[in-house]
C-alpha cells in the first residue's frame, strides 16, 4: 500500500482495507464521513439528547409512551429503550450497514436479564420494520455477558462484545460465536500512561499491542468473530491498526484522517496472522476469572467502564423523569 496515491487521505486510504464505523451519535458526522457502520453508547446518546438538534427525538420517545401503565421506576427504563431505537433508525437511515445498540450496563453480570433485553431491543426494530440483520446488540464482555450472546447468536441476534481489555475476555467471546468484539484501545493506553507516566506512540502502544494479540489469536485458529478496534487516543493508534477488521472512530479522528496526506502501510494481515507463533488457550469460566484477576488493567477498565455507562443510564433516566414531570 505504500505506493498508493498520496492524494488520497489516510481516512480514504484506510477504507481500502478496514471497515470504518462511526463512533458518535451524531447525525451530521456520519453523512460527512460516510461510515459503513455506526457505533453508539450510553455516553454518546446521554450527550446527544442535551442538544437541541435531538431533543425531538428524546420528545417523541416520551410522548409514545404518555399514558403508560409503568411505574415510576419502570418508565424512564421503557422510554430509554425506545430513544435508542430511535436514534438507531435515524443512523441506519444513514450508513448502508449496521447500528450498534446498548444493553444497559447495570444488566453486566446477570445473563438471563442480558438475553431478555437483547430479544427485546431487537424486537422493537422488527416492530418497526428494521431487520434484525443490520443491528448489533452491545453487551459487557463479562462472562455473563459472553454466555448471553452465545444464547441469542444462536438466534440470529448478532452481538458487539464492548468494554473488552484483555485476550481471555476475547477467547470466551470467540467461543461463544459472537459476531464482533469491541477492544478498547484508548482506555488501555490511558491505564498506562496513567500508571507509568510514559506517553505511547504507534507500535509500542499497549493499547495497540491488545489488538495485534486479538487479531492474530483470532485469524490463526480460524474464528469467525470480527475484531474492531474501539476508544482511539490519536490518529497513530488507528493507523497502527490499519488492516484491522473493522475500527471504530470519533468524529474528530475522523476529521483528522481526513485531513491527512501520506502513505498508509497495512499493519495487521489475516495470513500474516495465520503464521503466528501462538499457543491455543481454553478459557472455562474459572480460567476467565482468574486470567482477568491477574490482569490488573483489564480488570480495573473493566469495572470503571461499567460503573461509567450505568452512571450515564442513571442521568439518562434523570433527565426523562424530569420532561415526564414538566
Do not use: H
Not at 444513514?94 to 431478555?116: H, K, N, Y
Not at 422488527?126 to 434484525?132: A, S
Not at 498508509?264 to 474459572?286: G, Y
Amino acid at each position: 500500500m505504500s505506493n498508493i496515491a498520496t492524494a488520497l487521505s489516510l481516512l480514504d486510504q484506510l477504507k481500502e482495507f478496514t471497515t470504518v464505523v462511526a463512533d458518535t451519535g451524531d447525525f451530521g458526522s456520519i453523512k460527512k464521513y460516510a461510515p459503513q457502520d455506526a457505533t453508539t453508547n450510553p455516553t454518546l446518546i446521554f450527550k446527544a439528547v442535551q442538544l437541541a438538534e435531538y431533543k425531538p427525538l428524546l420528545e417523541k420517545a416520551i410522548a409514545d409512551n404518555r399514558g403508560s401503565a409503568l411505574s415510576s421506576s419502570a418508565l424512564p427504563k421503557k422510554i430509554i429503550d425506545d430513544l435508542l431505537i430511535l436514534f438507531g433508525r435515524e443512523i441506519l437511515e444513514i450508513v448502508p450497514g449496521r447500528v450498534s445498540t446498548e444493553v444497559d450496563a447495570r444488566l453486566s453480570f446477570d445473563t438471563e436479564a442480558t438475553i431478555q433485553k437483547a430479544r427485546y431491543l431487537i424486537g422493537l426494530y422488527e416492530k418497526l420494520g428494521t431487520p434484525r440483520e443490520r443491528i448489533l446488540i452491545k453487551i459487557a464482555s463479562t462472562w455473563e455477558g459472553a454466555k448471553a450472546a452465545e444464547v441469542v447468536q444462536k438466534e440470529g441476534i448478532n452481538c458487539n462484545l464492548t468494554l473488552m481489555f484483555s485476550l481471555p475476555q476475547a477467547i470466551a467471546c470467540a467461543d461463544a460465536g459472537v459476531r464482533l468484539i469491541s477492544p478498547f484501545v484508548g482506555r488501555i493506553y490511558d491505564y498506562y500512561k496513567a500508571t507509568t507516566g510514559r506517553e505511547y506512540r504507534g507500535a509500542e502502544d499497549p493499547g495497540v499491542q491488545s489488538v495485534n494479540r486479538i487479531y492474530d489469536y483470532y485469524k490463526k485458529f480460524g474464528y469467525g468473530t470480527q475484531v474492531m478496534g474501539a476508544s482511539f487516543r490519536n490518529v497513530s493508534q488507528i493507523t497502527e491498526l490499519a488492516g484491522c477488521d473493522l475500527l471504530t472512530i470519533s468524529p474528530e479522528l475522523l476529521q483528522e484522517l481526513s485531513e491527512a496526506e501520506g502513505a498508509l502501510d497495512r499493519k495487521l494481515d489475516p495470513e500474516v496472522a495465520k503464521q503466528a507463533d501462538i499457543e491455543r488457550i481454553s478459557v472455562d469460566e474459572k480460567t476467565y476469572r482468574w486470567l482477568l484477576n491477574e490482569d490488573a488493567m483489564a480488570t480495573d477498565k473493566l469495572a470503571d467502564g461499567i460503573r461509567k455507562f450505568a452512571a450515564d443510564i442513571v442521568k439518562l433516566e434523570k433527565i426523562i423523569a424530569a420532561e415526564i414531570a414538566a
